[in-house]
């Protein structure tokens, strides 16, 4: 079945070390989006990706760095300069970029920084 | 300024009863879609329904409508006959066509927490 597979669905790290969350798709969808979700809040775009060796900084970027380096594969790290790293981290992609595109997530990473 | 905004934080709803679930939304594009997404405990994100900004009738799937009311710049969500199961976090989202070209992804609302009584 086509889809789009995070992992892991849990993670905890310490304080000051960076952290890799994985994405992979095989939708063949070429564009590829991270979101953030804090209780009580709508999903942040982190960072966007529409083709393979091109991504864009989303609204919170800061703290964050991505790699596209295969179409099936948008990794997001997290680094320690991100303040508030606590999170539920949601992977995305769709066919398009179309206004009639949906987004088809993930089942999300829930990190835990202490 | 917000670009999605959902007024009701949570709402408890009797099993059985219809459900509206509000969304206005701000925009200068011409062309974009409105985009209803049902978050269980689970954290995966549903996709319900659809409804383009050229769109001339509301959009339905199955108990899911839109209520687009575009002079108004609403795009209301209703469940028909709610269900025990529907109980979950419910966002609206927008993704505009013009401006950035819609590359950007979907902008989201705060979302309406939604609890079925029995």
């Known amino acids: 079945d086509g889809g789009i597979t995070q992992s892991p669905k849990y993670l905890f790290r310490k304080e000051g070390q960076n952290v890799t969350l994985s994405c992979e798709q095989n939708?063949?969808?070429?564009?590829m989006y991270w979101y953030r979700q804090d209780p009580g809040q709508g999903l942040r775009l982190i960072y966007y990706?529409?083709?393979?060796?091109?991504?864009q900084k989303g609204d919170i970027a800061e703290g964050y760095s991505v790699s596209r380096e295969k179409k099936e594969s948008f990794p997001l790290t997290v680094t320690s300069a991100q303040k508030n790293p606590t999170a539920f981290y949601l992977c995305?992609?769709?066919?398009?970029?179309?206004?009639?595109?949906?987004?088809?997530f993930g089942n999300g990473t829930r990190l835990t920084v202490t | 300024a917000q670009k999605i905004t959902q007024t009701q934080p949570g709402m408890f709803v009797q099993e059985k009863e219809a459900v509206t679930l509000d969304c206005t939304y701000d925009?200068?594009?011409?062309?974009?879609?409105l985009f209803w997404y049902k978050q269980p405990s689970s954290g995966e994100m549903i996709f319900l329904i659809y409804q383009g900004s050229y769109d001339q009738q509301n959009a339905t799937e199955g108990r899911y409508s839109l209520n687009f009311q575009k002079a108004r710049k609403s795009a209301n969500l209703v469940i028909s006959a709610s269900q025990l199961g529907d109980s979950a976090m419910y966002f609206c989202?927008?993704?505009?066509?013009?401006?950035?070209?819609?590359?950007?992804?979907?902008?989201f609302g705060k979302g309406t927490h939604l609890i079925i009584q029995p």
């Open positions: 925009t200068s594009d011409p062309s974009y879609g």
């Open positions: 990706s529409q083709i393979v060796n091109d991504f």
């Open positions: 989202a927008m993704r505009e066509g013009y401006s950035g070209g819609g590359a950007d992804g979907l902008t």
């Open positions: 995305a992609s769709s066919p398009g970029t179309e206004e009639n595109s949906p987004l088809h």
């Open positions: 939708l063949n969808h070429d564009a």
